[in-house]
């Protein structure tokens, strides 16, 4: 069975600071990768979307792919009491459906 | 309207009622999700259709029907539910199954609670 892997948290950091959040999963074949945001009440939005090894930066946001170690991470820099929810890793192999790990609640105090 | 919207966004039913839910995309998209999504559980998948065609039941229980008339409406009919059945449902399109990126738009969630 195909597993994604997220600690739940919450993960608590301070206005300004990189918040760092981590993902790993188990189909070595596995190809795309997708971190969602789900505001709470809310429903999940992509906010990146990364295919190659390496790092993939969009505005405050990296993403990180690891394919040997089977593991995705998405950085958030200067971090904003806004960007306070729960973050969805899902990953996409073989199958034509993502699976979605369980999400990993951020929160970004003043 | 715009995106994928959802009806209705809250429900309250017994265990032997019928009722049904009901997902439109205006997306132009061509695949249809049904999730349930749980406290502190991963999103779980239930039914997919693409092309009107379903390509995935995901072991769901009887009780939850799906229909999907055309590629713009999903409907998932509910009978004779079980109190574990609460949760939050989410209907999801994308243009289709195939390809690398294929990012799936989610509707706002129907909260069920089932007494």
């Known amino acids: 069975q195909k597993e994604v892997e997220q600690n739940s948290g919450p993960l608590s950091v301070p206005e300004g600071a990189i918040a760092s959040l981590n993902c790993t999963y188990s189909?070595?074949?596995?190809?795309?990768f997708f971190w969602y945001r789900q505001y709470s009440g809310k429903s999940p939005e992509l906010i990146m979307f990364i295919y190659s090894n390496g790092d993939k930066e969009d505005g405050r946001f990296t993403a990180q792919l690891n394919k040997a170690s089977q593991y995705v991470s998405l950085l958030i820099r200067d971090s904003q009491p806004s960007d306070s929810a729960t973050y969805l890793c899902?990953?996409?192999?073989?199958?034509?459906?993502?699976?979605f790990g369980r999400g990993t609640s951020l929160i970004v105090h003043p | 309207e715009t995106g994928v919207t959802q009806t209705p966004r809250h429900l309250v039913m017994g265990m032997t009622n019928k009722k049904s839910l009901k997902c439109e995309q205006h997306?132009?998209?061509?695949?249809m999700y049904w999730y349930k999504q749980s406290a502190k559980k991963p999103l779980e998948l239930m039914f997919v259709y693409n092309f009107k065609e379903q390509t995935e039941n995901n072991s769901v229980p009887s009780r939850f029907s799906p229909e999907c008339p055309n590629s713009s409406h999903l409907f998932l009919h509910l009978h004779t539910l079980q109190p574990e059945d609460s949760a939050l449902y989410l209907c999801?399109?994308?243009?289709?199954?195939?390809?690398?990126?294929?990012?799936?738009?989610f509707g706002p969630g129907t909260r069920l609670t089932v007494l």
């Open positions: 189909d070595r074949g596995s190809q795309s």
């Open positions: 999801a399109s994308s243009q289709d199954l195939g390809g690398d990126y294929n990012e799936q738009f």
């Open positions: 997306l132009g998209h061509n695949a």
């Open positions: 899902a990953v996409k192999g073989g199958s034509y459906i993502p699976t």
